[in-house]
């Protein structure tokens, strides 16, 4: 065995890539599976920011961008900030970066020293505590529950600070629950935090156009903590553009320049073309995400009815992004399947449908069922899991 970094053994591959390839592996074989692993949307990138790329590159912008943004696209963003969020940032509070998930290393590791407890409530995306934990920093998770939403308490909060907590770590909408925070529950949190003024908060708010009950509340707009807020937020859910791979973060300016330093290290600045249709995407506004938005909402319509319908299944209605995180612990101890990597890979084998054990987020009850696919495929995978799910019942 090859001996390699020590910090390799702190992290592993997230659960949503390997099923994902498990996934592709299969269809390569000729089997029939319907992934509902993968958060990637199945719409196509709306023509006119397609075609903003294509000038950008006939116009020459295809030379190494600066490394935080052109200033072109850190000033729209600010703008779009103050348009859907009336949240003031200066173009200089502003970073664009490889996608959201750059966004959260960089700043995960501007502020977490070896030691450092972060505080993430559960369940929370894959990739948190792995980034966490390349920082040296201590993951300490906050358990919530499907009775309750999957959100956390200011009492579960104030229960968890302790004199090490460096950081708090949350996404609202939320992956993988598609839970959202009021803002009355964000001002609870914030009577908390301020007490606390040495914690930094990152909120991922790369769900916020897949909403379907009312306006985005940030917890930036909260003038007690804004200056330790990180706001991260990006183009691949509310505009379909994953394989762009832009995501922004604004926040205080020294931890930007901060954030700016470490990210000249890693990448340097991000796709100098996505730059440029991403400067076109933000400032038409959002009405190709609002299309998008209401193909979703009939998506989590149907899925949420149809396994409510399943004897054994336990879900709630979620209100943002495009996931269910339904309970299937009912089904452990019967036939082979002891636990929800086992329910994942039952369903993979007998219903042809992937999806992602809930451990991987934080909760080992349940399984993440991504509906960013057609209503075609959902209403076979549906019936498909009907079918193998009773077999387990009977």
């Not at 075609?51 to 779009?80: C, F, H, N, S, W």
């Not at 200011?154 to 909408?173: C, D, G, N």
């Not at 990152?202 to 200056?227: C, L, M, R, T, W």
């Not at 319908?309 to 612990?329: E, M, Q």
Request: charged content about 20%; aromatic content about 8%.
């Amino acid at each position: 065995m090859m001996n390699l970094a020590e910090r390799l053994s702190r992290i592993e591959e997230p659960q949503t890539i390997k099923m994902a390839k498990l996934s592709r592996a299969l269809k390569a074989e000729g089997k029939d599976i319907i992934d509902l692993s993968l958060g990637e949307p199945d719409f196509k990138t709306p023509d006119y920011i397609v075609d903003a790329a294509i000038q950008a590159m006939k116009e020459g912008y295809t030379k190494y961008p600066p490394v935080a943004g052109y200033p072109e696209l850190r000033k729209v963003i600010t703008e779009k900030l103050q348009r859907d969020n009336l949240l003031d940032y200066s173009p200089e509070e502003v970073m664009v970066c490889t996608g959201a998930k750059q966004c959260i290393a960089n700043a995960v590791l501007s502020i977490i020293n070896p030691g450092d407890e972060v505080i993430i409530p559960t369940p929370y995306w894959v990739t948190y505590g792995d980034i966490v934990k390349l920082a040296e920093g201590t993951v300490v998770e906050v358990k919530s529950s499907l009775e309750h939403d999957f959100k956390i308490t200011p009492e579960q909060l104030e229960a968890a600070i302790t004199p090490k907590t460096r950081l708090f770590i949350f996404s609202s909408p939320c992956n993988p629950t598609g839970s959202i925070y009021t803002r009355e529950e964000l001002q609870g949190l914030v009577h908390v935090f301020d007490k606390h003024p040495s914690i930094f908060i990152i909120s991922d708010e790369i769900y916020e156009y897949i909403n379907f009950v009312g306006s985005h509340e940030s917890i930036a707009q909260f003038p007690e903590v804004k200056d330790h807020v990180v706001v991260i937020n990006g183009l691949s859910k509310g505009y379909a553009m994953t394989g762009w791979r832009l995501g922004y973060m604004a926040g205080n300016k020294e931890l930007i320049s901060s954030c700016e330093k470490i990210q000249s290290q890693f990448t340097s600045g991000p796709n100098s073309i996505t730059q440029r249709a991403a400067i076109t995407a933000i400032s038409g506004g959002r009405a190709s995400s609002d299309a998008m938005q209401k193909d979703f909402k009939a998506r989590r319509d149907f899925v949420v009815s149809s396994l409510k319908l399943i004897p054994g299944v336990k879900v709630n209605n979620p209100p943002g992004a495009f996931y269910v995180f339904p309970d299937i612990s009912s089904f452990f101890g019967k036939h082979g399947i002891q636990n929800a990597m086992d329910m994942c890979m039952y369903l993979l084998s007998d219903a042809m449908v992937s999806t992602v054990t809930g451990e991987a987020f934080g909760d080992p009850n349940c399984i993440r069922i991504s509906y960013a696919t057609s209503m075609e495929n959902l209403q076979i995978a549906m019936d498909r899991m009907k079918v193998s799910l009773a077999k387990l019942n009977s």
